[in-house]
């Protein structure tokens, strides 16, 4: 922990929103300049670009991207000064030349990935503590900082009829209060940002009305937060008959939406629910329109989905590889983000008027999978509890290739024929093994705060033996 998070935490509430905002102010000056309408404006524009438009921007943003990378940028460099010396005279002004660049091999070394033109004490540090417990460092230049915001102000507010100028509160893995902390508040109000900062640590059922009287305190238009805590909202206004709070919309981000967690939320707030895809690498982003579909953006980077090593045909599910376009100081080509994802096959326009391209889905991430012996990787197992109804959450723990361990939170009514449900879908769908059913109080969070919805505890002999 550092020494400015240690003294934070000790202030009394109300300074802790004065160092909150002095932050703020902080971000902001990275964030937003005078340029920041135009560049607004010039990515609402760009949203109904035509497919040549984009061809002749790619034509010339990605040579100048590859170059930069093939002469500037430490590991490329010599990626590509080995393969020379192998005799490999293949050209870098090609994508399909480079090499697929996996995490592991940018969380050991982040630093040999920044050209080494850029000075990283003149830069904004971004850590990422991930999914898995790794972390990384990505650097970023002011122009950089200030170019996705301008995308994020245009596509993940504006298209929502919401700014950064009206109130919005976040629910994050910050820990902007002590977990052990009992009564609220269990947040800060950053007003540099119009941004009530809320912690994820403290979302039970016992907090959620402080939790929504908060939100309507701090008079907040939208809120950002993972689906599962949103949905955990949703639940308890349903169950415990609260008031929800009056919000334009709620924005979601990092987890897949289900189905039946969007019809949840969207009936207990009354408010649209919009769902976004991203990562803090920024090689890929995706927001969903009015109509309901989720639109690529274009400019952040090149877009390839790949199964055993070909890339797969539009509406074919395929890994997630991507060439950030955004940061070219820090640039991650052939990226593997983790995910797994289905583009929808051009052909029927959107009817909100944009052209840009669109996922049909996103199936979660590709180690949100279940392996079985006989080689099938299975997702989206969410189906297994939707129904069930009288469990809150869910995570499925693979300890080997023939067992498992679901952990459940209970809600009223939770007995052994709905565990016994669950043991039997659970075995439909990925067969003849052993599974038990542990009700817990909570389930555990990753580092930042995150549900993850499977947890393997495969070696990497057992995954072998899977054909994996
Ligand atoms: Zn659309």
């Known amino acids: 922990m550092s020494l400015a998070l240690e003294v934070y935490r000790r202030l009394p509430a109300s300074m802790q929103g004065i160092a909150a905002t002095l932050r703020g102010y902080q971000l902001r000056r990275w964030r937003y300049g005078p340029e920041t309408d135009r560049l607004v404006a010039e990515a609402r524009e760009r949203e109904r670009w035509s ?25 490329y460099r010599e990626h590509w000064a080995e393969r020379r010396r192998r005799g490999d005279r293949a050209s870098w002004s090609y994508l399909e030349n480079w090499p697929i660049l996996e995490k592991d091999v940018l969380r050991a070394t982040p630093e040999r990935f920044l050209a080494d033109d850029c000075d ?34 245009a596509r993940c507010r504006n298209w929502y009829g919401v700014s950064r100028h009206d109130h919005w509160a976040i629910i994050g893995g910050q820990l902007v ?27 039970s059922a016992r907090n959620i009305p402080a939790y929504l009287g908060a939100l309507e305190r701090h008079r907040i238009r939208y809120l950002f937060a993972y689906s599962s805590a949103i949905y955990t909202l949703a639940e308890a206004i349903r169950e415990q008959g609260l008031r929800p709070p009056r ?25 649209p629910l919009r769902e976004t895809y991203g990562m803090s690498e920024i090689v890929t982003t995706a927001t ?15 877009v390839e989905l790949i199964e055993e090593g070909h890339a797969v045909m539009d509406g074919e599910v395929g890994d997630l590889v991507c060439t950030g376009l955004v940061n070219q100081d820090m640039p991650l080509i052939r990226y593997r983000v983790g995910d797994r994802a289905v583009r929808r096959p051009a052909g029927v326009p959107c009817s909100c008027g944009r052209t840009m391209p669109e996922f049909s889905s996103i199936e979660g991430r590709s180690d949100d999978l279940v392996l079985t012996r006989d080689g099938r990787r299975i997702g989206q197992l969410q189906a297994v509890f939707q129904t ?7 995570q499925i723990i693979q300890e080997s290739l023939d067992e498992f361990r679901i952990l459940v ?31 817990v109080e909570l389930i555990p969070r990753t580092a930042n705060g995150k549900l993850r919805y499977v947890v393997s505890r495969l070696t990497p002999e057992q995954r072998a033996l899977a054909g994996s």
């Open 51 to 75: 497919e040549s438009e984009w061809s002749d921007w790619y034509a010339t943003q990605l040579p100048m991207l590859l170059d930069r990378a093939a002469t500037r940028v430490p590991w």
């Open 120 to 153: 990283p004490r003149r830069m904004f540090v971004e850590r990422t503590s991930g999914t898995t417990g790794k972390s990384t460092t990505l650097w970023w230049s002011r122009a950089t900082v200030r170019e996705w915001y301008a995308l994020f102000e």
């Open 177 to 203: 209060t002590p977990v052990s902390r009992q009564r609220p508040p269990f947040w800060v109000w950053n007003s540099a940002l119009n941004q009530l900062y809320m912690s994820a640590w403290h979302l």
């Open 247 to 271: 919000l334009d919309v709620l924005v979601t981000n990092a987890e897949p939406v289900h189905a039946h967690q969007r019809e949840v939320i969207e009936a207990a707030f009354n408010a």
């Open 288 to 302: 969903e329109c009015e109509a309901g579909r989720l639109h690529i953006w274009p400019e952040v980077g090149v």
């Open 388 to 394: 069930v109804g009288t469990v809150s959450e869910a």
């Open 409 to 439: 939170t209970p809600r009223p009514g939770f007995d052994d024929s709905a565990r016994a449900l669950i043991i039997a879908r659970f075995r439909d769908r990925v067969g003849d093994v052993a599974v038990s059913v542990e009700p």
